[in-house]
């Protein structure tokens, strides 16, 4: 047997996958409380006690690992204009696996430094300025991050004539600081796969160690990226298919968890109508979006919040029921629903997460009257003719009606301006593999495409 083994160290658990490259199968999974605060190989060991050992025991000729656990990786991003290189700035770290915190724009003042010190962030990515645009702004802000109290990671992805000089000055205070390509090189130019590899690298061999995962590299060969990097690349590996094996075209990856739910699309998104304009920077053909307040159990109140009377109408609850099954979420993240209730609850908060997150992530369509008369105007992705969403996440795996959960991706007649998509089939990531098999793509990526197309299943 070939086995490898693929490690998620999750925020709440830690998720084992054993597979055999030969036969192309699991061998084995289990999950146990990812154990941070002690030491992260005591949930690992646990996790791998629950899988029945060979005789000759394990052999594992690959151990590879992802991790969100400690928070995950948390960025501040910055940069000149709101709508254009701190958007930019925003979507090369989303795309590189990490939480964003808080995205800055313009000129730092003294109030953003306390901001950023407040939301203590595991690296800072600052961009500002097309190349041969303004210089000033990467410059000043360069100067004003000299002054957090604390040293940093530091990416820069901005105006490459001051690059070099903006990294002069922050490494008088942080360390260490890395030098990346320009997020936008022209206006309205997206190029953040730069950005995305420094951000990487920085995780890798700095972020690791500061958040005691390196304990796990003595067992391991690597941690090698985020698990939401992890689950891009899964989804861009089964859409687009590897050398001869052919993938499943455009697909949304909803991912639910207990803090919370992130939205991977691998599709052009350009309109579907020859009457609509697209409008607004250009979005990335592998786009994640991640939605802090709607989680499952950890961001529960916010997701309530967030919902609305949504929520209420859909289960026909008064808010004191509400807020008794809220009091048990807060009282046990880890839980799993005892009864026929709690089962309901959670469907309902599930299809609240999808709704919304995939809600937030689509495009929109608005129209704009001008002295021609009205025309339609696109921003964002267009996946209304998306033919695939792929579903996972606890409450999707766990729950019997994991495709009435799922199906809050579709398209709504009555928000016909929310871009949806409205025709596609549901899958649902079966045994929790993607993250694995976002690992085991960096080894051998035709094996984790046809296990993913045999493990992967059509609701």
């Not at 000055?169 to 090189?185: E, F, G, Q, S, T």
């Not at 003595?218 to 941690?223: H, N």
């Not at 961001?299 to 026909?316: H, I, K, N, P």
């Amino acid at each position: 047997m070939q086995a490898v083994l693929l490690i998620d160290f999750g925020s709440t658990y830690t998720k084992v996958t054993i597979v055999d490259l030969d036969t192309e199968e699991i061998v084995g999974t289990a999950r146990a409380g990812t154990s941070i605060e002690t030491n992260i190989m005591d949930g690992l060991k646990v996790a791998l006690a629950q899988i029945p050992e060979p005789a000759r025991g394990w052999n594992f000729v690959r151990k590879l690992a992802c991790s969100s656990a400690a928070g995950g990786l948390k960025m501040i991003a910055s940069g000149l204009v709101k709508e254009l290189t701190a958007e930019a700035a925003r979507r090369a770290a989303l795309g590189a696996g990490a939480r964003v915190l808080q995205v800055f724009s313009y000129e730092l003042t003294l109030q953003d430094l306390d901001k950023i010190t407040a939301s203590k962030p595991d690296i800072l990515l600052i961009a500002g300025g097309t190349d041969g645009g303004n210089k000033e702004i990467l410059l000043k802000n360069a100067e004003m991050l000299c002054a957090l109290p604390t040293s940093l990671p530091v990416v820069i992805a901005g105006n490459k004539a001051v690059s070099a000089q903006a990294a002069d000055i922050l490494r008088k205070h942080h360390d260490p600081v890395v030098v990346a390509d320009n997020v936008m090189p022209e206006l309205g130019v997206l190029a953040v796969e730069s950005a995305r590899l420094a951000i990487r690298d920085v995780f890798l061999t700095h972020i690791i160690k500061s958040k005691g995962l390196d304990k796990a590299e003595e067992f391991l060969e690597r941690i090698m990226m985020p698990t939401p990097a992890a689950v891009l690349s899964a989804a861009e590996l089964l859409a687009q298919g590897h050398g001869s094996e052919r993938g499943m075209g455009e697909l949304m990856v909803v991912d639910v968890g207990g803090a919370t739910t992130d939205v991977h699309s691998i599709a052009k998104g350009d309109p579907s109508k020859p009457s609509v304009m697209l409008k607004g920077l250009p979005e990335p053909y592998a786009k994640r979006t991640v939605e802090g307040d709607l989680g499952m159990r950890y961001s529960s109140e916010a997701l309530v919040e967030a919902s609305g009377r949504r929520l209420f109408d859909y289960l026909s609850w008064t808010d004191e029921q509400v807020a008794c099954q809220l009091g048990l979420c807060k009282e046990n993240p880890w839980r799993i629903p005892q009864t026929e209730e709690e089962a309901k609850f959670d469907r309902a908060m599930g299809r609240m997460a999808v709704s919304l997150a995939v809600e937030r992530h689509v495009g929109t369509v608005e129209v704009v009257y001008t002295p021609f008369g009205a025309t339609y105007v696109q921003h964002g992705k267009d996946l209304t003719p998306l033919p695939v969403v792929i579903g996972t996440g606890g409450v999707l795996l766990h729950h019997p009606d994991a495709l009435e959960i799922l199906q809050g991706a579709v398209f709504n007649p009555e928000e016909p301006t929310i871009l949806k998509p409205q025709q596609a089939s549901y899958y649902l990531d079966k045994e929790y593999i993607l993250a694995a098999m976002g690992l085991l793509r960096e080894v051998a990526p035709q094996v984790a495409l046809r296990m993913m197309k045999k493990y992967v299943v059509k609701l």
